[in-house]
């Protein structure tokens, strides 16, 4: 059987079914990361916490998120990704039960803890199943419409949440209506399951490694974890995170104390930050797809949303050019977001695509539980500039991370070139 051409002519229905389930997915739970956030002055007016102590939510969410996507990788290679996306939808909608009953601390910090819960295993579930189920040559474009609608869920969750609060004049209500979005998330992928199975998916990645196997012992399951590249991966996702933290959930008020602008302007940056970022991955799955030298794509659009940022951060334009700009970065964070997946794809071993994709985005998460309390700490002690400054950091370290692991993957293809 040629498995190549077996994959080659796959019908664009049915790949643009699983990527489409999949975004639905994936766009969920970015819509749950920001589930508590929007309702940061609300719990503050009823309950009278600092953004310290809601920056500690946060820290909640990604702490057991991080913890669990990495153990969520090895499972989604055991049982397979499936029933593991229904498990993590199914916390999603206790999550937001759990915040529309809470009547304290401890109880947005148990809605937190679920939503981690929930969130955990999306990357590794997502990248297996797509990876499984999409022809090769359209995944660039599957990773892209991935990043799209995770900016998409982003973007829309302060949205949603302020709006059904404001029309209802409960935060609770807008809890539970979320919870109601989860839920019909979970029955459609229910109804449409036989598209996101990856145990009846094309096997590419099976198929390459019994062609490389020949008869070799299999490598130990935590093998992978001694390649220098996945640590690199995670490090370039502990980096962009802290600087995308910065941005979600303290850019609103920084500009506020900085430029003296409304929040009915400033609410709207992380909006625009995040429609923006998903219009960058639009291009920049037309990029990933033909780049061979990722890394120079993921360079040269970080370094130009780090300089938007310290801009920003400079305080020398008028208030409304700062807030375009601080929007505008997110297009060039979104350009990158393509070729960082396809780089951690050439980064992975075949048949450890779980495990490596729960490893490395557990930086993701490092990088949210760290950088919320950090700059939710600079904002208490009044230095709003440096939400700016440090977001901008974050990206340049990002950048070294992705440039070395391009420049190991290009010694790697030479020495195999040499080799053969």
């Known amino acids: 059987m040629n498995i190549a051409s077996d994959i080659a002519g796959v019908p664009l229905r049915e790949d643009a079914r699983t990527m489409g389930l999949v975004g639905v997915a994936h766009g969920t739970s970015h819509f749950f990361h920001m589930l508590l956030p929007p309702l940061f002055p609300l719990f503050i007016q009823d309950f009278g916490y600092s953004y310290s102590e809601l920056g500690l939510l946060v820290t909640t969410f990604f702490v057991v998120s991080g913890i669990g996507q990495a153990l969520a990788g090895f499972l989604v290679d055991r049982i397979g990704a499936r029933p593991v996306l229904f498990a993590a939808m199914a916390c999603f909608v206790a999550a937001a039960l759990a915040t529309a009953a809470a009547n304290g ?22 990248f297996t199943i797509l990876n499984k189920r999409v022809s090769p040559p359209r995944l660039g474009h599957a990773f892209s419409v991935h990043g799209i609608t995770g900016n998409l869920g982003w973007a829309a969750a302060p949205v949603f949440m302020a709006s059904i609060s404001t029309a209802s004049g409960s935060w609770r209500i807008a809890a539970a209506c979320a919870g109601g979005w989860a839920l019909l998330v979970l029955g459609l992928l229910i109804a449409n399951r036989d598209a996101v199975d990856d145990r009846a ?7 390459v490694r019994a062609a490389a196997g ?34 979600q959930s303290f850019a609103s008020p920084a500009l ?52 938007l940022l310290a801009l920003v951060a400079s305080g020398a334009m008028p208030g409304l050019v700062a807030a375009a700009l601080a929007a505008f970065a997110g297009f060039g964070t979104g350009l990158a977001g393509p070729s960082r997946d396809m780089l951690i794809k050439r980064a992975a071993p075949p048949g450890a695509t779980g495990r490596v994709y729960g490893t490395v985005y557990s930086g993701l998460d490092l990088g949210f539980a760290i ?9 208490d002690h009044g230095a709003p500039s440096g939400v700016f400054y440090g977001a901008a950091l974050m990206l340049l370290m990002a950048v070294a991370s992705a440039s070395l692991v391009g420049m190991r993957i290009a010694r790697m293809r030479v020495a195999s070139t040499v080799a053969t």
């Open 105 to 126: 601390y401890a109880g947005l910090m148990l809605a937190a803890a679920l939503a981690g819960l929930g969130n955990s295993p999306f990357h590794p579930v997502d």
């Open 201 to 207: 998916g094309h096997r590419a990645d099976d198929a």
């Open 214 to 247: 020949g008869g070799q012992p299999a490598e130990h399951s935590l093998a992978f974890l001694k390649l220098p590249s996945v640590w690199l991966c995670f490090s370039y996702f502990f980096w962009s995170t802290c600087s995308l933290s910065a941005i």
């Open 256 to 307: 506020q104390q900085m430029y003296g602008l409304p929040f009915a302007i400033t609410s709207l940056v992380v909006t625009g930050f995040m429609l923006l970022s998903a219009a960058g991955m639009v291009v920049g799955g037309f990029l990933a797809a033909r780049a061979e030298r990722l890394e120079r794509i993921i360079g040269a659009c970080l370094c130009g949303a780090a300089v």
């Open 371 to 379: 950088g919320a309390p950090i700059f939710g700490f600079v904002l």
